[in-house]
């Protein structure tokens, strides 16, 4: 991490997709083609699906640090 670049910090346990989304600063669409493309795992403790912090911090790790690398 650079200096300019300030980490995600998770205030929960877990979020729905689009608060996950915002946390992250991405549009839900983009969340919701990584979980499509089996990238980003969620859960269901009921019919809402969530992302946990330890499963959105793995997701995030693995994305390519240079643009054009995915």
Known sequence: M???ETPIVFD???YPVK???RVCGLGETTIREHIAAGNLIVSYPNTKAII???E???WLDS???ERGAA
């Open 2 to 4: 650079t200096a300019d």
């Open 12 to 14: 929960r346990m877990a």
């Open 19 to 21: 608060e996950f989304a």
């Open 52 to 54: 946990t912090t330890v």
């Open 56 to 58: 959105g911090q793995r």
């Open 63 to 65: 994305l390519p640090t």
